[in-house]
């Protein structure tokens, strides 16, 4: 089978149980109400429906019309054993007292024995659900000699179960014995009061060297639920489990990770066994050695973590109990009484911790390394490199459902894939997928202990795929991170003018046959190979010639060619990149000093200043003008320009020094900047090595400080001259907007204020006047606060114009008329003046106060003064009330304190104080809000505090009896206990004192990418959307796939975590068939996990927009009732690729939203209006007209009998 494609196996119910046949490959599928016989890859072979049974846990099988209480049961898988000699299936139940029966190995169909009336003593298995079922087969010497096939099976305590914690099971009819009866009657596991009073949770069995082992957690006692992990053992043909013998297990020093999930006995491998080996570990463990591999859940942690215990360590541990209860008189040696006590006994520290629950294992051994395939509860199988520091390098994933994985995590016979179960699937995954990585460093970083990278044949393999794997550096380990790589080129690099051989250092090259052809390409020059005799690292090949090397790029000065290095012509060994450099590419480095760039540049490039080139280095050019390499003091070169310094506006002529300028003697140069564009200057010659030039009057205000260089030219050929002339331009004007701040310039600068244009400028710009001595007046444009309290103690911050040069040079504060003291360390020079006011009351207090505001005043030193337009008014605030006035003793309260005159001062001068706990203060004005610390005080409730605000260093307000602490929000209860990933379920928590919450949240963190349990990467946050004083309701937040989980609630300051609360992958729908709705339709929608966090009350479905109603909800169908009437146009929700008579069917779970499909209603026939009205006028106007045709023909027949009366009547009359 393809390793790409994986094999999978889904079963129409939970699958319980997982066993294999090692002789055959097949599988055996325990699930509930089904058996599944399946092939190495997954294919069904045979199937047998277990149920469901009409059955009761009342009832005593076998079950019939008298036990009244019997209805339809499923039937649980509870064990499933291969007993491999007789090829037959041992099949255990929930129905029926959990009785078994045996099946045939080649057909599951094929039923070979079951009874349910052999009474109690063939109850084998456990009537419920929770009760985990481990067995082992094993065999049985009666006293005849005889070998009878039997199993023995570890179980826990039923409510109707029988109280047999282990039993022997035989599996033949013998002497008195009938299948399945238990066949050793031993009270130290089979005692009443015992299974009563410990609860056990068995995990695993197996045998090994002639004793059989049981893994199971139990609980201290009835009134104690804290879980410890033991191992029991007895020899396999101890008769009368006289040999029992149980032994604590903890996984951590603290045994943090008490209760056993699932384990794997298996050899280490020699890297592993190292590891184990100690002294102050297990004495000496070898490859050969069996381990007991373990995966372990807290009770107080949402983490897990796997322990390794030797076999060996758990023997030697229990031999030595053994002896010295039976060989000291009853005693235990001082060193080893502990023992078999539950506080000293055998300890490993955890291999592997992890978020999550880690719910299977499987280890398997590959180049003497032990490699963990480690499952959870997200249904997820994790790698695990088990080195000296064990590392997580990858998953196995098919497809993440967030169905946890079961512990029966199986490998095939080859030991080349993994059978991964889930709740209702099996996929068959390859242990390694080494194929899928198509170049070495990909190979590598996988760390994969399966794989590595064959460098002759160019591909990650495993190594016994790598033909030559056994020569060295043939065949390169993953872990290991290394590629064969290029350690150095000899040369290192060339000029890109010339060509010639090159040697390859390359440490890690495989030896070569003489058959393996070897070759190097530079980009796309190919040349032969060869290594050298005496060093085969080393390979040498020929360079590309000039012309066949690419162009080098702009801006730089060599260009990078890649090389491989090949060998027989495809495989490429390793690679590289080879430099071929361009001396003359490196003037372009800096054009101002291109000598200087050339002769300094990485290459060895020479310069020569005759016909200004930059050339490769060489002898065969000499003489005065040629500047060879790192020698940049010989080049021609102007230098130090004065003045270092150049104003804004103002044109200074600036002189300069030239060297090494002989071959430029007769010369005359031209000076330029790019600041100034296309403007150049010509330079003019004082003496031998001086020059100068005018200057340039530059314009530029964006910042005070700004370096202009200059290039120099030679005028005849306009090749630029090695220039380092480089000064500072400053502008006087920029951040210096007064007269203060104008003076405070550096006196280097040169600037003065110019009183007739109101600003700072270079000296030269402010001819004709003289500078004035003093500065104006300050200016105070701000005062901050604008109030205070009478008693002063608050900073107030005074913000203007020309407010002093230095903090010395003010002289004094008033504020409304009292003396303000200055606090030196907040000055700024000009700008801001910060000072302490002092009270405005002073003694006697009973005389008027008299003004309470007044101007802000600032004298300087130099006689200059400052009056503020704005007024500070003296005041003291007062609090009145507090609002809410109670809280939790975690606090985080939000307070808000009412009154008057609050928003005296800043909210930085103030502080608040809840009796003696720090209330921190969120917002400041007309009133002030804070929110409460925690309560520190013994007794809860607390008395009536006192809330106070503090307002600088003298004053406070307070409001007696303004708050008052209570007990924290409890939380009861909550439900439901689990969310889909999208979110949006209706959580609702039950306690007591939610009324005091402010703010209520459901928080959610998430840490599945981190081998550090305490590290969180992601938070998602909803708050609450309803609240009384016993129930919050909240939906749960959306949250990223495919990760765990921690969920908290937090009430104001109390953060209680959810620890039950389980975030599962979003349902699966299967496509859904268009369906016509008639009237009485049902709609059926199917896929899976839709009750693992959903229910029928809370899902809702639609057809357009009209609501439909749900009858049923299971894990893998909805039942729906569709509306009995189309919706109407204007409602409907049309699909993209959807005619008008189509309607969406969308399912929505919580924020989920899925449209599973489409749904239409039957056409009504309508007929036309134009017959409508044709065919309902005409017959009426046919009968309007044959009415008045016969009234007319009846009213002429009347008139005519009438006219014949008439006639008849005079006839009589005359005669």
Partial sequence: PSQCNNEEFSSDTLINNVVSDPRTGRLYVGAVNRLYQLNSDLAVESRFETGPKKDHRLCTPPVTDACEEAVETANHNKLLLVHATKNQLVVCGSVFRGICSLRNLSNVEDQIYFSDTNGEKSYVASAEESVSVVGVMSSFSTRESKTLPVFLVGKGYGSHDSTKLIATRILEDYSEWVYFDSIVEASAVQANPFVLRYLHDFR?????????????????????????????????????????????????????????????????????????????????????????????????????????????????????????????????????????????????????????HMTAVAVSVEMEHAVAFVGNANGEVLKVHLSAHPEMYGRLLSEVTGEKVNKNLLFDSSLQHLYITTEKKITKVPVQTCHLKTECQSCVSMKDPYCGWCVLEGRCTRKQDCSRSEENNTWLWSPNQACVQIEAFRPANLSCRKTQQVEITIPSLPRLRRDDKLQCVFSSFETEAVTLNNDPVKVVCSLPSPEQIPRTPAQQDYVSVPVRVLVNETIEVTSGEYRFYNCAATVMKNQNTPCISCVTSQWGCQWNAQDHSCSDESDAVSGDHVIKPQQPESCPQFESPNPPLIPVGHQIPISFQGKNLDIYKDSTFSIGTERMERVELEVVKEEASKFKFPGFRFEYNQQQEVNVSFHIKERETQRKIDSTLTVVLYDCMTGREDCSLCKHADAKYDCVWCSSSGKCVYRELCKGQEEPALCPDPQITEIIPRYGPLRGGIPVTIKGTNMGITKEDIKRITVAGVECAHLEDRYSVSTSVVCEIGPKRTPPTDLPLGNTDGQVEIELKGGGKGTSKVLFTYRDPRATS?????????????????????????????????????????????????????????????????????????????????????????????KPKSSFFCGGRRIVVFGSGFELIQSAMMKVVSSSDEDSVKATSLEFVETASSKNDTVLEFDS???????????????????????????????????????????????????????????????????????????????????????????????????????????????????????????????????????????????????????????????????????????????????
């Fill in 204 to 356: 695993f069995a197996f045998k090994e060297g002639g004793f059989v082992y049981f893994l199971f957690s139990r609980t201290l006692g009835v009134q104690d639920n804290k879980n410890f992990t033991f191992i029991s053992r007895l020899c396999e043909k101890d008769q009368n489990y006289y040999s029992y013998t149980e032994l604590q297990l903890n996984c951590s020093a603290s045994n943090k990770y008490n209760k056993a999930q699932a384990a794997f006995v298996g050899t280490p491998g020699d890297v592993l066994a190292q590891n184990l080996t100690g002294p102050d570990k297990y004495g000496t463990v070898s490859a050969s050695d069996k381990v007991l591999f373990v995966t372990f859940s807290s009770d107080v942690e949402t983490s897990s973590a796997m322990c390794m215990f030797p076999l060996k360590s758990i023997d030697d541990r229990m031999r030595k109990i053994l002896d010295a209860c039976y060989n000291q008189e009853g005693f235990i040696d001082q060193n080893l009484a502990a023992s078999s006590k539950p506080a000293f006994a055998l300890t490993s520290e955890p291999s592997l911790v992890r978020k999550g």
């Fill in 1037 to 1215: 937040p959306p949250v990223s796939d495919g990760e765990s989980f921690r969920t908290f609630l937090q009430l104001d300051n109390v953060m209680e975590e959810l620890k039950d609360f389980d975030y599962l992958s979003n349902p699966h729908f299967d496509n859904f068939s268009h369906t016509v709705i008639t009237d009485s339709s049902i709609i059926i929608v199917t896929g899976r996990g839709f009750s693992k966090a959903m229910s029928a009350k809370e899902a809702e479905v639609f057809v357009g927009d009209a609501s439909c109603q749900v009858n049923t909800l299971q894990d893998d169908k909805l039942i729906l009732y569709a509306p009995a009437s189309k919706p109407s146009a204007r409602s409907k929700r049309h699909r993209r690729d959807a005619t008008d008579d189509l309607l969406e069917l969308m399912v929505k779970f919580g924020h989920g939203r899925w449209v599973v499909g489409s749904v239409s209603y039957p056409k009504k026939e309508e007929i036309p209006l134009l017959i409508i009205i044709p065919a309902v006028i005409i017959p009426m106007l046919l009968f309007i007209m044959i009415s008045i045709y016969c009234y007319r023909r009846k009213s002429r027949q009347a008139e005519r009998e009438y006219e014949k009366v008439k006639h008849q009547l005079e006839s009589l009359e005359e005669s």
């Fill in 882 to 974: 507090v609002h809410p006035s109670k809280g939790p003793a975690a606090g985080g309260t939000v307070i808000t304190i009412q009154g008057d005159f609050l928003d005296t001062a800043t909210k930085d001068d103030v502080r608040v104080s809840v009796g003696t706990v720090p209330c921190e203060v969120l917002s400041f004005g007309e009133g002030i809000t804070c929110r409460t610390g925690r309560y520190q005080g013994s007794k809860v409730p607390s008395e009536p505090l006192t809330v106070t605000v503090w307002y600088g260093k003298n004053t406070s307000t307070n409001v007696s009896a303004g708050f008052q602490y209570f007990d924290n929000p409890k939380i009861a209860d909550y």
